[in-house]
């Protein structure tokens, strides 16, 4: 998922919901600055132990502060905050320069359908329940949002 995201050294990415790091990991061999928002503090604590050179913010994703400079998202954020994520991510402000998110499928086909005038939005890698442990009760896909020119 981090090498389809195209992810550069330097670049600087959000992974939301990062649990223990199983994104994380990847994204920090690619290079990227990383700043990992995750709820559960035992789970933050992980984090820091885990990956020392990234930054690790203990908050909840919908209302953790944005960037104000140009950044990618790469996550498997909560399927709850979903929409609200969005939402947050797509609005006029926002410096949001390209995401690939992990959400269900029934909600990638719906924002991947949607019109956008600054962002195109497009279905990208389905996942197989057996991807997550645990597993959820839904399918999952890739959303695969761009900034345009």
């Known amino acids: 998922m981090v090498a389809a995201a195209g992810v550069r ?3 600087l990415v959000l992974d939301i919901g ?3 790091g199983a994104l994380t990991a990847h ?3 690619a290079g990227a600055r990383v700043v990992a928002v995750e709820l559960d503090p035992r ?3 992980v984090l820091r132990e ?4 990234i930054t690790v913010v203990h908050a909840d994703a919908t209302s ?3 960037p104000g400079r140009p950044f990618r998202v790469v996550a498997s954020p909560p399927y709850g905050i979903s929409s609200s994520l969005l939402r947050r991510l797509l609005a006029p402000g926002s410096r949001l320069v390209a995401a690939d998110l ?3 499928r029934a909600v990638v086909r719906k924002y991947a359908s949607d019109a956008a005038r600054r962002f195109t939005l497009t279905a990208g890698l389905t996942l197989p329940r057996r991807a997550f442990l645990p597993p959820p009760r839904v399918d999952s ?3 695969v949002i761009r900034r345009r020119n």
């Not at 885990?50 to 050179?53: A, S």
């Open 9 to 11: 050294p330097g670049e």
């Open 43 to 45: 789970r933050a604590g």
């Open 27 to 29: 994204l920090v061999r």
């Open 64 to 66: 953790v502060r944005l």
């Open 18 to 20: 990062a649990g223990e």
């Open 50 to 53: 885990r990956f020392p050179g």
């Open 102 to 104: 992990v959400l269900q």
């Open 141 to 143: 896909a890739v959303l």
